[in-house]
């Protein structure tokens, strides 16, 4: 296994497109750093005004955190898409496949890898953004809450991995790719559809949240992750009525389900795989 | 060594390979002819558990297919050969050292021997994006033979190669067959074949017409020329209702005969004959016109 994940690690490394997905998140972090700084400039921070920026500032963080999502849910997707199949399209699986590794043994270890890869990624990348709303917007984290979002919001991209995964072993690069996107997609639809339901105390519309939920959690831990990070903060600000907040806040089974959720998948995966003809 | 039996592989309107039945003993190096698409290659990724046969089993030293101990025995150069071109070829073949459980201390020998082997001393270092195809060909046979396996099967094994390349794989080939290494050749160069193989198999649409060691084929059948004065009609009448391809042209006969045994027996009927023979050539047919012969005319398929 640890051969596995050392090759993998070190193709990570040698990725192009990881090169330019680090250049394009500094430039997000300096455009949003810009942003909160001329945001800050222009409120001012004193008196009356201190009120009005920590709510804007929390939208702000809010919505950093949502751009946030999206970054590292391409990353996951790309990472993933090609894990197993783009090996199959060009042979190097082959060697790989043929040598005394067990095709288990190959899913779990870049499995493993990719997931290392692409947690650390999320956990700078809001560690970067609530770094900035600290520094200019002087927000106030409770620091075990803030690390216990950023904790959950690890499993943000391992679930799209694991679905990325899942369709690489069954599918080409291609399909696999834009089908993950696709579910990402669905369930952040789905998760705007269900915090407006609760905005409207709609129950169906939180119901189909909650389904959405179910075929992929990712949007259910960015919301578990926020509510985790935000803390108080979150209660007296007017964004969380809104498609990004947690007017509806799931429940933590949602967590033990998203593990559960992974640990299937990745089983499909390796089932699908070892079935294969290569 | 290896075994196949009644091995099949069908896929949704086509049968790749059907109740091919193999047995290869240790140290023959076996070549399989075919023609393009006859399944030589699945048949290979069914030995070594790359694709899972419909019916049948292949054993390796007593046990199934795609084995993990099976494997440690075992290198496979597939025809479609790529690697990872992030890496260089000394990073690569360390990486399979690893995968094979080479010993710490005994890695740098094996993967300086393997790349000697081969002809890619000195160019370790180099990425393997830069390598020619042919230089990746032979990286991929350094990683077959890195773990020095008791088996090892190569699928086109000279495909990108340039003949002083093809010598090279011979030369490997001949050193592998030394030390006691069973072979299992793909190709489709006969040459190539005929220069290395000790036993022989044609595969055609997926069934194997025949096999058996290579001076059975090469004996099999003799193509006589005589230069020859007063033939007898009648004789020329006889082997020609025989079927042996008869031809004579300016006291040049040309037959075929069924073996060497026959060749003196035919001469001994032209002189009984009268006829009065001038000289004499015999030789084996070539392994192109067995192959010929058998992957075209054999009626079984």
Known sequence: MKHVIKLTLKEVVNKRIIHLGIILTLIYLLIYGTGLYYTVKDLGSQGEQFFLLQQIGYQLLILG???????????????????????????????????????????????????????????????????????????????????????????????????????????????????????????????FVEQIGALMGNTALVNIGIISSLLMPADAVYRLAVAQASGTMAQSSIVNFGPFGIASTPSTLMLVYTIVYIGVLLSAAVYYFQKKDL | MLETEKLSKKYEHTAACTDICLSIKEGQVFGLLGPNGAGKSTLVKMIIGLVRPSSGK?????????????????????????????????????????????????????????????????????????????????????????????????????????????????????????????????????????????????????????????????????????????????????????????????????????????VPVIINEIIGAGGRIYRVESRSRGLEEVFIDLIENDGAV
């Open chain 1, 65 to 191: 955190w949502y751009v946030s999502t999206f970054m590292v849910g391409s990353m996951a997707v790309i990472t993933g898409a090609g894990s197993i199949s783009q090996e199959i399209e060009n042979g190097t699986i082959l060697g790989l496949a043929s040598s005394p590794l067990k095709r288990s043994t190959i899913i779990l270890g870049k499995f493993i890898a990719y997931g290392v890869v692409t947690s650390l990624y999320s956990s700078i990348l809001l560690t970067a953004v609530m770094g900035l709303n600290l520094y200019f917007c002087r927000l106030v984290f409770d620091p075990w809450g803030a690390a216990a979002g950023i904790l959950i919001f690890m499993l943000f991209p391992l679930t799209l991995l694991v679905v990325t995964m899942l369709f690489s072993s069954l599918f080409s690069t291609m399909t696999a790719g834009i089908s993950a996107f696709m579910v990402f997609v669905v369930t952040i639809i789905g998760g």
């Open chain 2, 58 to 262: 292949a054993l390796i030293m007593g046990r199934a297919a795609g084995d993990i101990e099976v494997r440690y025995k075992t290198g496979y150069l597939p025809e479609m050969f790529r690697f990872y071109d992030w890496l260089n070829a000394w990073e690569l073949l360390s990486f399979y050292a690893r995968v094979y459980q080479i010993p710490a201390d005994k890695e740098k020998l094996a993967i300086q021997e393997a790349l000697e082997l081969v002809g890619l001393k000195g160019r370790e270092k180099g990425m393997i994006k830069t390598y020619s195809k042919g230089m990746q060909q032979r990286l991929g046979l350094a990683r077959a033979i890195l773990h020095q396996p008791a088996l090892v099967l190569l699928d086109e094994p000279t495909s990108a190669l340039d003949p002083l390349g093809r010598r090279d794989v011979r030369d490997v080939i001949k050193r592998l067959q030394q030390r006691g290494t069973t072979i299992f050749l793909n190709s489709h160069l006969l040459g190539e074949v005929e220069m290395t193989c000790s036993h022989l198999g044609f595969i055609k649409r997926g069934h194997l017409i025949d096999a058996g060691p290579i001076a059975d084929f090469m004996t099999k059948e003799q193509e006589i020329t005589v230069e020859v004065d007063n033939l007898n009609h009648d004789l020329f009448t006889r082997w020609n209702i025989e079927g042996r391809a008869v031809n004579m042209n300016d006291k040049l006969l040309q037959l075929k005969a069924v073996n060497r045994e026959e």
